[in-house]
C-alpha cells in the first residue's frame, strides 16, 4: 500500500481508492488495519514494502483483503506476516493465495531467512491457511499459536 493511501484512508475514502486502483468495500479497512495506517503513511518508499499489501480481486478489481509485515526483517531475517479478509470475500481462497505469493517475494529479499505467523487457536480459517502454505507450528505465545516458514533448501 503506498504511503499516500494509507494517510488518505479512512478519511478520505475517494482518495485512496484513486491511489489504489480499486473500489473500497464499507466494511474495509477492519479495526485491525487502522491502527497501522498511521505507520504505513509515514513509510518511506523503501519501507512500504515491508508493510501493508492490499489484496485486490481481478474480477471486480475491488479490495477483498489485506495483508502485509510488522515491519523490516529483524537482525535474525525473520519478519511476521499477518493477514484480514472482508466477511462476505471470505472462504474464497484469497488469504492463502495472498499469503503465498508475499511469502515467496519475502523470502526473495535479501536479508531475510524466515517469516513467521501467529494466530488465535479458535480461528480455524487462518489455521488451514497457514497449513496449506506450509508454515509449522512451534508453540504459544501470550495464548496464540506460533508458525514459522524457513526458507527451504534449493531456494534462493
Known amino acids: 500500500m503506498p504511503a499516500a493511501a494509507a494517510a ?9 481508492s484513486r491511489i489504489l486502483g480499486a473500489a473500497l468495500p464499507l466494511d474495509w479497512p477492519q479495526s485491525d488495519l487502522l491502527d497501522l495506517l498511521p505507520l ?15 489484496m485486490i ?19 535474525h531475517g525473520s519478519v511476521e ?14 488469504a492463502t493465495e495472498a ?5 515467496d517475494w519475502a523470502l526473495d529479499q535479501s536479508g531475510v531467512e524466515v517469516v513467521v505467523a501467529s494466530c488465535d487457536h479458535d480461528n480455524v480459517p ?14 504459544e505465545t501470550n495464548g496464540r499459536i506460533r ?4 526458507r527451504r533448501s534449493g531456494q534462493s
Not at 506476516?81 to 484469497?94: A, E, T
Not at 499469503?99 to 511469502?103: C, H, K, M
Open 57 to 75: 480481486e481481478r474480477e471486480t478489481t475491488s479490495v477483498v483483503g489485506d495483508m502485509g509485515f510488522i515491519g523490516p526483517p529483524d537482525d
Open 99 to 103: 499469503a503465498r505469493a508475499v511469502v
Open 40 to 54: 504505513q503513511a509515514s513509510a518511506s518508499h523503501a519501507d512500504e514494502r515491508f508493510g501493508v499489501w492490499v
Open 8 to 16: 488518505a484512508l479512512p478519511t478520505d475514502r475517494e482518495e485512496a
Open 126 to 139: 487462518s489455521i488451514r491457511t497457514l497449513e496449506r502454505i506450509g508454515f509449522l507450528r512451534t508453540g
Open 81 to 94: 506476516v499477518g493477514y484480514s479478509v472482508i466477511p462476505i470475500r471470505r472462504r474464497r481462497g484469497y
Open 147 to 150: 508458525w514459522r516458514y524457513e
